[in-house]
């Protein structure tokens, strides 16, 4: 019997073994093969040019361009919950499906959400660098005091899956539990007891403030000076969403006037940010790099789930963790794509 021809797909990312050997055992695999480097542009649109899948991150930016440059293109598999990289509309219009992958990096971004919390709660990289610079003096009743996190509000704006989780570790912490999304969320207050707030309200009462919420039209630049003025002055602000729901230089403008207290960022509006970003420069902002899902373990498991999807729209099974599929039956069923030619795909 002669095989039948692997389909081919572009890596734009050297990936955990498990994933690549998930990928190379079906599919005619082209690989960017870098770990540190995102693919350049022109690369990609080169490596998409015979690709049937695509397995993209969220440094690559997949648009009308990409798509135009990728006419046997079926599937977009991004190794990310998040798919603001993706041009979602487009990718539907010309029938390609896209992938993400949600659940599984969940429960680490809202350990790093807490980690954000805490540090800058009680101050930890602040004294770190006291002890470093040689400015820990003799112990004085005010040195370095932060806020409780044990009995405060915390209030999440997009409690889903990792706003939910970042809700439920605060019962151990015996706080009172708020969010804010756009729907009231039933499951979500019987799971955790938190409930439901209007945004401004939120914003008022909640001690500490945790953003979760996608990056959409919707949500960029959510968060600005109107926002922090009605925050508390005690106040700690927290996002492991994406950089652009913040307007960062009111949120530097805010913490230099001192409401809220302190933030605690893992994202940034243009990401790599360098040493010499205002909010760095603030000692009541702890600044880490995109860390949210960050574990071994986890990075393992987001690459797999990503390979896994890509495999399965190239193969005929069904998808694990789709994006557009509801959105591509609608169009089909309205528009069967064999009644149309390959040009209106
Ligand atoms: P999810 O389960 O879809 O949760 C998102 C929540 O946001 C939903 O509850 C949604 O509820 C709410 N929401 C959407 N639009 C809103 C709006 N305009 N105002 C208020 N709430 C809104 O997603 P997830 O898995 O928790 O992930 C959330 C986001 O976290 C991702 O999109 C990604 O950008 C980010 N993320 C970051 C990292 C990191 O490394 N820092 C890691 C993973 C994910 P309604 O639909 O009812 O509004």
Excluded: K
């Excluded at 992938?99 to 004294?127: F, H, S």
């Excluded at 600005?224 to 994406?242: C, D, K, P």
């Amino acid at each position: 019997m002669i095989p039948l021809p692997r389909p081919a797909v572009y890596v734009t990312r050297r990936l955990p073994a498990a994933a690549m050997r998930l990928l190379e055992e079906t599919c005619q695999v082209s690989l960017w093969d870098e770990l540190e480097r995102p693919v350049p542009r022109a690369e990609l649109l080169r490596g998409v040019a015979d690709a049937e899948g695509l397995l993209s991150l969220l440094t690559d930016r997949v648009d009308a361009e990409v798509l135009a440059a990728a006419p046997r293109l079926r599937v977009v598999a991004n190794m990310a919950v998040g798919y603001d990289n993706i041009d979602v509309a487009a990718c539907t219009a010309r029938g390609v499906l896209v992938t993400n992958t949600p659940d599984v990096l969940t429960e680490t971004t809202a350990d790093l959400a807490w980690a954000l919390m805490l540090a800058a709660a009680r101050r930890i990289v602040e004294g770190q660098r006291m002890i470093e610079t040689g400015a820990w003096g003799p112990w004085h009743p005010l040195q370095m005091v932060g806020v409780d996190v044990y009995g405060a509000t915390l209030g999440v704006v997009g409690a889903g899956r990792i706003g939910g989780a970042v809700l439920r570790r605060g019962g151990g912490f015996a706080m009172r539990l708020l969010y804010h999304n756009r729907h009231p969320a039933p499951e979500l207050e019987a799971a955790t007891g938190a409930v439901y707030r209007p945004f401004d309200d939120l914003l008022r009462e909640s001690d500490f403030i945790v953003v979760s919420a996608p990056l959409t039209p919707e949500t960029r630049g959510m968060f600005g000076a109107r926002e922090f003025s009605l925050m508390r002055e005690t106040a700690i602000f927290v996002n492991v969403a994406r950089g652009p729901l913040v307007r960062e230089e009111d949120l530097a403008a805010a913490l230099r006037a001192g409401r809220p207290r302190a933030a605690g960022l893992d994202v940034f509006t243009r990401e790599p940010i360098g040493p010499d970003h205002p909010l760095l420069s603030l000692p009541n902002c702890v600044c880490v790099p995109h860390i949210g899902s960050a574990t071994l373990a986890t990075r393992t498991r987001m690459a797999t789930l990503a390979a896994e999807n890509l495999v399965a729209a190239l193969t005929g099974r069904p998808l694990l963790t789709p994006v557009n599929l509801t959105e591509l039956v609608a169009l089909e069923l309205a528009a069967p794509s064999w009644g149309r030619g390959a040009t209106d795909r």
